[in-house]
């Protein structure tokens, strides 16, 4: 059965850090790359960042660059994304997402993933 779970959300203080984890079953990430969405009461689902399965390629939007950092270890089958510097606009669900290949400069913040996780609720109070 594949599946994605995310860890490690939890409540932090502003400029606080946390790191997110996002684990695979029934597949292997190999040859996924992996994102990471995350959605805020009452917006749509944005995109965080991306990771190609090789780590060629790493991207992020810019109200997080500079302060996250997206990493894999597939030997463990496993996705992160390390945030730091955390503000209270970072509050929200924290979702991992997969998707074949590697993360498209032009469409990797679209959320066109094979395989979604159940999110992980981060909430950064100021």
């Known amino acids: 059965q594949v599946q994605l779970v995310e860890s490690g959300g939890g409540l932090v203080q502003s400029g606080g850090s946390l790191r997110l984890s996002c684990v695979a079953s029934g597949f292997s990430l190999d040859w996924y790359a992996i994102a990471w969405f995350r959605q805020a009461p009452g917006k749509e689902r944005e995109a965080v960042s991306c990771i190609s399965p090789g780590d060629e390629n790493t991207y992020y939007s810019d109200s997080v660059k500079g302060r996250f950092t997206v990493s894999r270890d597939n030997a463990k089958n496993m996705g992160y994304l390390q945030m730091n510097s955390l503000k209270p606009e970072d509050t929200a669900v924290y979702y991992c997402?997969?998707?074949?290949?590697?993360?498209?400069?032009?469409?990797?913040?679209?959320?066109?993933?094979?395989?979604w996780g159940r999110g992980t609720q981060v909430t950064v109070s100021s």
């Open positions: 997402a997969v998707e074949r290949g590697s993360c498209s400069v032009a469409g990797w913040f679209n959320p066109w993933y094979d395989y």
